[in-house]
């Protein structure tokens, strides 16, 4: 018995390594320019916007695509905060936003799954 206990060891190691979760590695970065179509309110406030223009930092990043719709909340641009309600873009106004995203794995009722972390910040002026 001695002598198996290395093995035990090696082979929970190995099997931990085998394994694990997977993480989220780092964020997606895109830039898009944007048109503000209209300023919704229920089920609660968001900014529905037309994509004008998009860039992507990287090439394996992907962003929405130029022409669609979609709605959003608009954050700082340390992605920490909700922009209060008076900073918002206006109906037609077209602004620059940061589309910020993470790949991972959520947790929720004891169960994982695939999750995708979305932020957008319209940057400092």
């Known amino acids: 018995m001695k002598h198996q ?9 190995m099997l931990s390594l085998f394994c ?6 780092s964020w997606q970065i895109c ?9 919704v309110t229920k089920p609660f406030p968001q900014l529905q916007a037309e994509i004008l223009k998009v860039s992507a930092k ?15 909340t608009p954050e700082t641009s340390d992605y920490q905060a909700v ?12 602004v620059r936003v940061d589309y910020r995203y993470l ?9 994982s799954y695939p999750c995708r972390i979305k932020h957008y910040s319209l940057p400092r002026q």
């Open 83 to 94: 922009l209060p309600r008076r900073s918002w873009p206006k109906k037609g106004q077209v």
């Open 103 to 111: 790949d991972g794995t959520c947790k929720g009722d004891g169960n």
């Open 31 to 39: 830039r898009m320019e944007l048109r503000i179509t209209d300023v």
């Open 58 to 72: 990287t090439a394996t990043v992907i962003c929405p695509e130029q022409g669609t719709t979609f709605m959003f």
């Open 20 to 25: 694990q979760p997977v993480l989220a590695s």
């Open 5 to 13: 206990a290395p093995y035990y060891a090696l082979l929970t190691v």
